[in-house]
């Protein structure tokens, strides 16, 4: 009694975009924003969610004017057919891309910090056929999956910073703003392009049992990953000094690896895997659907599990050699994925949404 | 050459045989829906002959309906019915009618030799079948059934109808105490393995009139009476409609012997590992699921029954939980660490100690160390073996007399792991996690549902040893992800926690008391969603001023 009509409740949305969003958070941005903010981290985390809150403003203001449409439709909608294809094409192209740089990430992160004799291959293609699984069941599936994930991630999260309590000193934290402002905002900037991620809620907007609390939904994803990255950053700051958090490659893990509670417990880095990959599973499932789904949106085909084989055969190559070593994959992480990301979550719903208006008081007149 | 390769392909393409023989063309309900009762008791002999079989154990007694020259002729088998109540209840009232005239309803009714035939079954039927079990065919194919399961069938001439006296003996053991399902405070009591003793322990439990009872008979070969029990009112009707749709293939089926059997046939995703279907033979649970909104499913000759839909959480549920005060609030969630532990305690010890050495603290590490020295295989093979021996020897164990019982209990704890260990073969720490996984595993409740997590701890296991946490981990999500996927009748396998339904979770994770709970399950959607009224809490009793 599988029902062809997807229905993702609030509190599924918040857990899906929650952890897509966290997983790779943790990742490259503890260690990238200090070395542009440096012991004011934590202010440019800040700064960075209250602008991907615009995003998500931006993004419910534009899809609550097409009940029913996704984002990719609405382009349809707004820009006509050919142009709107286009925009879809874009969409599609940034959905395979990511998802390959997302895979690569992953896998990259797991050889440096875990199994450096494995090859990177090994965990792209096993990585892919097991999201492929969550992929080839649905949308539906992989909200649930990230429901009942989204808990436990978030606790365990908490758990091992709580061990770290001991070891920050908050005075270090201070002076507040001492290099000026513009390192902040080049820091809050570089982190928008995982809080601006939030606009794939305007992906999941046609499915949402109540469409009315999609800002809802937006701001409390959106709280809570600020929540944890400003906690993080001061924590990291307070442990460790932002002098040293800016030359880890992975503070977090360096951080989970310090930790020594009640005598036995020690290196809580298998937390942090598990915190991983269930995040990155749950990420990478997701971004592939949404490669497949904007594909079937864009080319008007019946059902997207039909070319999921060859999406990740195209996928798992992409992974492999679009970035020829980890110094490319940061290379393109720190200078390019701001960018990139923002063009698809700012500057196309936003023009998407400036000729609507233009079009309205245009046929009024 | 080219027929050759045709003649090859036509073999291969296997067509089914016709049948021909005279063997097998059995008489078949879905064949043959109509046998219409013939009216004179020559044809009807005739016909209930062929559809009985010649069997030895089947009789035709012929008899004069007291000393009037009317023939009645009682078909039974022999040794199923009782042939006390079948004496009382229709030989000594048959035969020892005496023609008389009988006052019935203001008028005179005469029986005599000559009577009209269809006044005579009325009078059979009215006055002289002296028992309250009375059944009334005009199918002869369903008068042939009853025969078959102990009735009498008494066939008259000039009428198109049959009447069935039930008589059956049931060979019945006595109600025992529910052995699979133990309870230390619950009633004790388990189903019987007939099924009009079920129904009778399970409105036992609910007087009340909403229980309905809707039967089928299921089995092409074996007319197993199958029955659906539900709360009308309170469950959903559409769930009904989907059990009843589902059970039609019960019908179809060769044969049931087992409730097992029925569950193959219903379940929603029949490839999968885990359960989804709800197995007690404890009539107290069965109401208890009643009354919550499911449906029971039912089948004579054993002595377990359905439940559906059924969720994940049901398996680490114990009828306990619910009979005594907050246990479950402490037992749940340590059945829920056992379950992880039952599918993850070796995989975890296989990895940390092949691949993430660095994450164990130094002493403990010297400690595992030094009793892995000299230990032939690598800690994944050693897992496997034990978990593998230990495996066997359960199943070993499962199916022996007690006696026996006791040796291999000797054999697997002395032989196989005091040996073992002294010979170097496996460490001491493998067998303490062998030991715990053991022991978790027995913490579920459910043995069909811990079959299965037994089962996967060897695919995890696998994974662990070729991946370390990386495997483990990734099958774990993959088992979420899977079992999220799942649904039962609809539900949804993982519910109320995905997707998530906080009134429901108090029940689940948790047990709260039973005056918190307001509401029943909502993921079934029941039709009565109240459960009880509100202020049920008890009150401290304070003090007059």
């Known amino acids: 009694m599988l029902t062809e009509k997807i229905k993702i409740s609030s509190w599924q949305a918040t857990a899906l975009l929650t952890v897509n969003i966290i997983s790779t958070a943790i990742l490259y941005p503890p260690g990238f924003v200090p070395q542009l903010a440096g012991r004011d981290a934590w202010i440019s985390f800040a700064l960075s969610g209250v602008f991907g809150l615009s995003i998500v403003y931006l993004v419910v203001l534009l899809c609550s004017r097409y009940p029913g449409l996704n984002l990719l439709q609405i382009g349809e909608a707004v820009l006509g057919r050919f142009l709107g294809k286009l925009v879809g094409f874009g969409f599609v192209l940034f959905f395979i891309s990511t998802t390959a740089a997302i895979i690569l990430e992953f896998s990259d992160f797991m050889v440096t910090a875990f199994m450096p004799r ?22 539906e599936v992989i909200c649930r999956v990230s429901e009942a994930a989204v808990v436990p991630i978030l606790v365990f999260f908490l758990f091992t910073m709580v061990f770290m309590i001991g070891e920050v000193e908050l005075p270090s934290l201070l002076p507040v703003l001492d290099a000026g402002f513009m390192p902040v905002l080049r820091g809050s900037l570089f982190f928008l392009s995982w809080t601006a991620q939030a606009f794939l809620l305007g992906m999941l907007y046609p499915y949402l049992v109540r469409p009315q609390q999609a800002a809802k939904i937006g701001i409390y994803a959106i709280a809570i990953i600020s ?139 | 050459m080219k027929n050759l390769f045709s003649s090859f392909r036509k073999g291969l393409r296997r067509r089914p045989r016709k049948n021909t023989g005279q063997i097998n063309k059995l008489p078949q309900k879905p064949d043959h829906p109509n046998y219409a009762v013939p009216l004179s008791l020559a044809e009807k002999t005739e016909i209930m002959g062929k559809l009985v079989g010649h069997s030895n154990d089947i009789v035709f007694r012929r008899f004069n309906l ?38 019935v309803g203001g008028g005179k009714r005469e029986i005599t030799g000559k009577s009209d035939p269809a006044l005579i079954y009325e009078l059979v039927k009215d006055n002289l079948i002296i028992t309250g079990q009375l059944t009334e065919h005009e199918d002869l194919w369903e008068a042939a059934i009853d025969v078959l399961s102990g009735d009498t069938v008494l066939l008259f001439d000039g009428v198109n109808k049959i009447l069935s006296v039930r008589v059956r003996q049931v060979p019945q053991k006595n109600i025992e105490d529910s052995e699979r399902e133990v309870s230390i405070r619950g009633p004790q009591t388990g189903f019987s393995e007939v099924l009009e003793t079920k129904i009778a322990q399970l409105r036992n439990k609910i007087k009340h009139p909403a229980l309905k009872i809707e039967s089928i008979r299921g089995g092409v070969y074996t007319n197993t009476g199958v029955v659906m029990a539900y709360l009308q009112g309170i469950v959903n009707p559409e769930l009904v409609e989907e059990a009843r749709r589902r059970l039609e293939r019960v019908i179809h089926v060769d044969g049931i012997w087992e409730s097992g059997v029925i569950e193959e046939l219903i379940e929603d995703n029949p490839f999968s590992p885990f359960p989804q279907v709800e197995i007690t033979e404890r009539p107290d649970k069965a109401a208890a699921q009643l009354i919550s909104g499911r449906v029971v499913i039912m089948m004579d000759g054993s002595p377990n029954v359905l439940i559906v839909p059924t969720i994940f959480w049901q398996f680490i549920q114990a009828s306990d939980d619910f009979y005594q005060r907050l246990i479950g609030f402490a037992l749940r969630p340590a059945r829920v660490i056992a379950l992880l532990l039952t599918l993850f305690l070796p995989s975890f010890y296989v990895a940390l100690t092949t691949y993430h050495r660095e994450m164990i603290p130094l002493s403990l590490l010297m400690a595992i160390s030094a009793a892995r020295e000299g230990v032939p295989f690598p800690a994944f093979v050693e897992a496997f073996i034990m978990e593998g021996i230990f495996e066997f020897l359960r199943e070993a164990g499962l199916r022996l007399p007690m006696q026996i019982g006791q040796a291999l209990s000797i054999v697997g704890a002395l032989v196989l792991g005091q040996a073992a260990i002294q010979a170097n073969l496996v460490s001491p720490a493998m067998v303490i996690v062998v030991a715990t996984t053991a022991v978790m595993s027995f913490m579920i409740p459910a043995f069909h549902f811990s079959v299965s997590l037994r089962l996967l701890r060897f695919v995890v296991l696998i994974f662990a040893a070729t991946l370390g946490f ?58 009565d969603i109240k459960r009880q009224d509100e202020g049920l809490k008890p009150v401290k009793p304070r003090p007059e001023k």
């Open chain 1, 227 to 365: 929540f944890y990255m400003i906690a993080g950053a001061i924590f990291l700051e307070g442990a460790l000094g932002s002098g040293q958090v800016a030359r880890l490659l992975y503070p977090l893990l360096s951080f989970a690896r310090l930790i020594k509670a009640g005598g036995f417990l020690e290196r809580l880095e298998a937390v942090v895997i598990l915190i991983w990959i269930f995040g990155q599973y749950i990420k990478i499932s997701l971004f592939i659907y949404f490669s497949a789904f904007s594909i079937r949106q864009v080319f008007g085909l019946a059902d997207y599990r039909t070319f999921l084989w060859p999406l990740a055969a195209l996928i798992a190559a992409l992974s492999l050699t679009i970035f020829g070593n980890s110094m490319e994959l940061e290379n393109f992480i720190k200078n390019i994925l701001s960018p990139f990301v923002l063009f698809f979550a700012l500057i196309i719903p936003l023009c998407l949404f400036g000729v609507t208006i233009l079009k309205n008081s245009v046929g009024k007149i």
């Open chain 1, 118 to 139: 494995t090859p990177l291959a090994v965990f792209n293609i096993l990585m892919i056929l097991f999201s492929l699984y969550a992929v080839y069941l649905g949308l």
């Open chain 2, 470 to 527: 990386f495997g483990m981990l990734l099958m774990a999500v993959f088992l979420l992800t899977h079992v999220v996927s799942l649904r039962s009748f609809g539900v949804p396998y993982l519910s109320p926690l995905a997707p998530l339904n906080l009134d429901d979770l108090k029940d689940v994770l948790l047990r709260l008391p039973v005056w918190s709970h307001k509401y029943r399950p909502l993921i079934l959607r029941p039709q």
């Open chain 2, 66 to 103: 007291g000393f009037t020259d009317i023939q009645v002729i009682a078909v039974y088998a022999q040794g199923m019915a009782n042939s006390h109540a079948q004496n009382q209840a229709i030989f000594k009232s048959l035969m020892l009618y005496e023609e008389k005239s009988e006052e």
